[in-house]
T-cell receptor
């Protein structure tokens, strides 16, 4: 059972464009929704995260939009740069507790100059 | 550097071999995790240790045996693996009280022949 579904699987964006990747979750009890960024040869690193008390969170060029009723959240990368080319994983889970955080399959984003 | 170091970076082993993966964290965290990353699949949580005690074992085959001698070190002992076990094995650490911000190592790329 896949608790978190990401789309699209891969994305090619022109430099300066907007990259949008989406994530759908199933468990309505979850209250923590992070996005992790992974470069080749490296482990995933936390990029940005949101909790359901807000519908949007922005950090620099990265924004999470959260839709609780639709059980969806998305990552927007504004002014995409070649250095943003990476695999992006969304995850969902409980904020408190050191147990499972359900990850998606990952979206590969390629930003072309 | 994330503060989580994994060795070796690459490992090739036969199905009858016994090997161990090592993870070390220098962040003062009290929870450590093993994840399995396979192509086009979600990150799969294998084991969770909190304060050196195993708190989660996600129905992982017994050919994988974790060990956490202290809060800074985590091992994954491997024996009689199968070719389908070939994957990137990621170690992560966290505060343990919350799922906020897991720190991942760069992983061990394992190939089972």
């Amino acid at each position: 059972q896949q608790q978190v579904k990401q789309s699209p699987q891969s994305l090619i964006v022109q430099k300066g464009g907007i990259s949008i990747i989406n994530c759908a979750y199933e468990n309505t009890a979850f209250d923590y929704f992070p996005w992790y960024q992974q470069f080749p040869g490296k482990g995933p690193a936390l990029l940005i995260a949101i909790r359901p008390d807000v519908s949007e969170k922005k950090e620099g060029r990265f924004t999470i939009s959260f839709n609780k009723s639709a059980k969806q959240f998305s990552l927007h990368i504004m002014d995409s740069q070649p250095g943003d080319s990476a695999t992006y994983f969304c995850a969902s889970g409980l904020f408190y507790g050191n147990n499972r955080l359900a990850f998606g399959k990952g979206n590969q984003v390629v930003v072309i100059p | 550097e994330t503060g989580v170091t994994q060795t070796p970076r690459h490992l090739v082993m036969g199905m009858t071999n016994k090997k161990s993966l090592k993870c070390e964290q220098h962040l003062g965290h009290n929870a450590m995790y093993w994840y399995k990353q396979s192509a086009k699949k979600p990150l799969e949580l294998m084991f969770v240790y909190s304060l050196e005690e195993r708190v989660e074992n996600n129905s992982v085959p017994s050919r994988f045996s974790p060990e956490c001698p202290n809060s800074s070190h985590l091992f994954l002992h491997l024996h009689t693996l199968q070719p389908e076990d070939s994957a990137l094995y990621l170690c992560a650490s966290g505060q343990g009280v919350t799922n906020e911000k897991l720190f991942f190592g760069s992983g061990t790329q394992l190939s089972v022949l």
